[in-house]
């Protein structure tokens, strides 16, 4: 009774007696009933509240994503503590895009001659995701083997990931998708005519494939993610670039050029992933380059230089077991910046038939002046060597960088965007007026190309005054065909000193030739600042609006700032010269489609949005006009693939040129195959080809597949005749898509051309006739572009079928173990509706001597 009277004394205590027995199990069954209510309070509350919030439940089947970690989960009781100084959760992705290797037309150099025709180096997509420590705020940046962003694939690959994780976890806001500017990738991926000129509309395998593999490479990046750190550093790439369009250059002011020692950046900026316990995972940078090192001439998907080195890259990072080139787990990206008017080719450009240098102002050579001659080259012997030694260039300064303990980021995750109406953007002049930018529109210089690539006909470099030829044709033909409405004379008087060869601003049939919603975007993720533009800024350009940032962002609480700019994201908008650039009309500027404002437009709309970044206040910015998607009145022209056949008596996978017996280190060995159309399987995330070497004399272990450097894979339509070379180029592929989706062709343009010269430059009455009436009958023919909306890409079964021939090389590197070896081919032949039938062949066994 003591113990009970000593309770009574303590207070609330019921008068009759409590047993210790009692107490403990009252206590037990109070626990396990708030244990229970906190569980189905967690549960409800995830369910209606956490899905929405955060959307980091697990993605479904529709993609397939990588397992090598658990993801983590919203009711991860760490996931809701305050940010970790320095502590972020990242992870990484990587994905295959390569799409159609054969009969599609190359995006970059606008020539509608280079068509692809087989396989060097395979396309990837590759991402980081990365969220603050309390997976409160999260951005994602993917990287891909294209030719620039486009503004169709952000919209279906954010949808797609809303449809995985809830509307809020992956949007437009968060989410930059940027090209590498690689030109030797496969075109018809945009939801603008212009940039499909020479692809003859969209082309829907290519869009496919760069839509899945970037979703891919987010969702793993996502899904893979753990706790980790960020490590930013810089360094100089030695002889990687040079500019240009140096005449451009130095309309910029003196004293802002004095600022700098080269004409281009040469710096790179990388950061490096890594999980807390130090387990390097990935690497991103950005390093102002064209990717131009393989020329129009080439035949081969390639990633050009950036591809290249990130597959050195990787390759270095490989662990234990990973022996195949595109399946390493680490990430290595080499992102682009501000590159436009950066060249790989750092020769410089010569007149190929002289010898002599090109005129400096126009890049043409000859009497009278051509740009065709005009030609970069460098820095190797071919462009194979050129492309190699660019890549080894970057490879090594990020090696450096990578292998130094780098600058801690540390600090909140966000981003900013906003949609603006280009064509229309207020610019605050420095008279205190306000002017606006204009609807788009190509210069001259446009169709006159680079050093990199030369453009068509007569057309050169720096022109600021149109002819009456064009003009007319513009006028008679362009308008009256694609224009709803005339562009008025305020239009052109808003380009100046532009002359506009392609009033694209006005060019609406079958759709709109150039975007008019344009993304403004920012990335935060501690001090660093990656810039996304929609497009290629020049060297000066990207230097201003960096330094612009960097100091709003001073202003605005960050005071140690690293900013980079993420060059041709979202959407494509061509060019973005400085004004006094503009001023030049070299192809840059002359590519600067929103008139002599469009670099203040951006360089005043981003740095409004940076204190809102920087502050956490970005749910406030007005998020602008969203863009339409019109994905489903893409034309496309490409026909579908040809059924195969193949000679009587062989089969598909035989050989018809094979191996030699005996090769040597640094020998090439070449097989020819009978084989199919490899757009029937575009083998993404596999292989056409492989080296196999003979282990323990009886098992065959791959040891180079199609997207390693010393391998090749092309293929031919085996009865193709090569027919005499007529040029073609933008404006001859110009007339053919707007042939094609108005009505017959008639303008004879070559013959005009030539009256044209042969009545001095005068636009006869005659010549005036055949213009107009070129106009006239193609809006007479007019039809309904319906017809030619995407198509399932199954076989042209009305066709007659084609024997394919497929040659495999393989260059044997130095350091090549002897030993015995051959080579696979896997491919796929196709006949009438039928799904594609797989097969393989081989060639002999042969011998390599080391």
């Not at 320095?86 to 990484?92: A, P, S």
């Not at 260039?393 to 600058?407: M, P, V, Y």
């Not at 306000?434 to 990199?452: E, I, L, Q, R, V």
């Not at 050989?655 to 097989?671: H, R």
Request: glycine share 8%; hydrophobic share 35%; net charge neutral.
């Amino acid at each position: 009774m003591a113990k009970h009277k000593r309770l009574e004394e303590e207070g609330d205590m019921p008068v009759h007696f409590v047993s210790t027995k009692s107490v403990v199990l009252r206590f037990l069954f109070g626990f396990i009933f708030i244990a229970l209510l906190g569980t189905a309070c967690v549960l409800l509350g995830y369910y209606f509240g956490f899905i929405d919030a955060f959307n980091l439940n697990n993605p479904t089947d529709q993609t397939p994503v990588s397992t090598t970690s658990a993801p983590f989960t919203p009711y991860d009781p760490v996931a809701f503590a305050e940010p970790v100084p320095g502590e972020f959760f990242v992870g990484v992705g990587r994905a295959d895009v390569t799409g159609p290797i054969a009969q599609v037309n190359m995006m970059g150099y606008a020539n509608p001659a280079q068509t692809a025709a087989g396989l060097h180096l395979r396309l990837y997509s590759r991402a980081f995701v990365v969220a603050n420590s309390s997976n409160r705020s999260r951005v994602a940046f993917a990287t891909v083997d294209c030719g620039m962003g486009s503004q169709i694939i952000k919209l279906e690959v954010v949808k797609r990931l809303k449809a995985m994780f809830g509307n809020n976890t992956y949007t437009e806001r968060n989410v930059v998708i940027s090209g590498t500017h690689s030109h030797s990738g496969p075109a018809g991926f945009f939801q603008t005519l212009l940039p499909e000129v020479t692809s003859l509309g969209a082309v829907k395998q290519t869009t496919d494939a760069f839509i899945d593999g970037i979703v891919k490479s987010i969702v793993q990046a996502h899904t893979t993610s753990k706790k980790g750190r960020l490590r930013l550093g810089t360094d100089v790439v030695t002889e990687g670039n040079i500019n240009r369009s140096p005449y451009a250059y130095l309309k910029d002011p003196q004293n802002e050029r004095d600022l700098y020692n080269f004409n281009t950046e040469q710096d790179m900026t990388l950061l490096k992933f890594e999980h807390e316990n130090g387990q390097p995972i990935g690497m991103f940078n950005w390093f102002p380059v064209h990717g131009t090192s393989m020329n129009f001439s080439n035949e081969l998907i390639s990633s050009d230089n950036r591809g290249r080195a990130s597959s050195l890259f990787e390759k270095m990072m490989r662990k234990n077991g990973e022996n195949i080139s595109g399946n390493e787990s680490f990430v290595g990206a080499f992102a682009s910046a501000n590159l436009g008017d950066v060249s790989p080719r750092t020769k410089g450009p010569i007149c190929v038939d002289s010898g002599l240098s090109c005129d400096f102002a126009t890049s043409t050579c000859d009497i009278p002046p051509r740009v065709k001659n005009c030609v970069a080259f460098g820095p190797g012997v071919d462009m194979f060597d050129s492309t190699d030694i660019i890549a080894k260039k970057q490879f090594d300064t990020a090696s450096r960088i990578f292998n130094k303990s780098g600058e801690v980021l540390d600090g909140s995750v966000g981003w900013v965007h906003q949609y603006v109406d280009m064509t229309k953007a207020p610019v605050k002049m420095d008279d205190g007026t306000t002017t606006y930018t204009c609807k788009p529109g190509m210069g001259y210089s446009f169709a006159a190309g680079t050093t990199d690539g030369a453009g068509a006909f007569n057309f050169v470099q720096s022109m600021t005054k149109g002819t009456l030829l064009w003009d007319a044709v513009r006028d008679d033909i362009i308008v009256k065909v694609v224009c709803s409405e005339p562009p008025p004379a305020e239009y052109y008087d808003c380009h100046h000193p532009k002359p506009v060869l392609l009033p694209t601003g006005y060019m609406d049939k079958p759709y709109a030739w150039h975007p008019t919603i344009i993304d403004i975007q920012m990335l935060k993720i501690g001090q660093l600042i990656i810039i996304a533009v929609p497009g290629e800024f020049t060297t000066m350009a990207g230097r201003r609006i960096k330094a612009a940032v960097k100091k709003e962002a001073a202003q605005h609480g960050l005071p140690n700032a690293k900013v980079v700019l993420a060059g041709l994201s979202n959407v494509y908008t061509h060019y973005i010269a400085t004004p006094e650039e503009y001023t030049a009309q070299r192809y840059e500027g002359a590519s600067t489609i929103y008139g002599p404002n469009t670099f203040t437009a951006y360089y005043q709309k981003y740095s409004s949005l940076v204190q809102a970044m920087v502050q956490g206040t970005q749910g406030k910015v007005d998020p602008g006009p969203s863009p339409a998607n019109i994905l489903d009145k893409q034309v496309e022209f490409l026909p579908p693939p040809s059924p195969d056949k193949v000679p009587s008596g062989k089969s598909f996978g035989d050989v018809v040129s094979d191996v030699k017996a005996m090769y040597a280190q640094n020998d090439k060995v070449s097989v020819t195959f009978y084989g199919a159309n490899p757009r029937h399987n575009m083998k993404i995330g596999s292989t056409y080809l492989a080296i196999q070497q003979l282990v323990n004399g009886s098992m065959w272990k791959t040891i180079l597949v199609d997207t390693d450097w010393e391998t090749t894979f092309a293929w031919k339509d085996a009865a193709l005749k090569t027919s005499p070379k007529t040029e073609r180029n933008v404006i001859t592929a110009l007339f053919d898509i707007i042939s094609r989706t108005t009505g017959a062709a008639s303008f004879d343009y070559e013959s005009a051309m030539q009256l044209y010269e042969q009545e001095g430059s005068t636009l006869t009455p005659t010549l005036r006739d055949v213009i107009r009436r070129a106009g006239s009958k193609h809006l007479s023919n007019s039809v309904d572009t319906g017809l030619f909306q995407f198509k399932r890409n199954s076989v042209n079964a009305e066709a007659p079928s084609v024997e394919s021939h497929v040659t495999v090389e393989w260059y044997i590197p130095a350091g090549q173990q002897s030993g015995t070896y051959r080579v696979a081919y896997f491919g796929d032949h196709k006949t009438g509706e039928a799904s594609p039938t797989p097969f393989t062949g081989y060639s002999s066994q042969f011998k390599v001597q080391a």
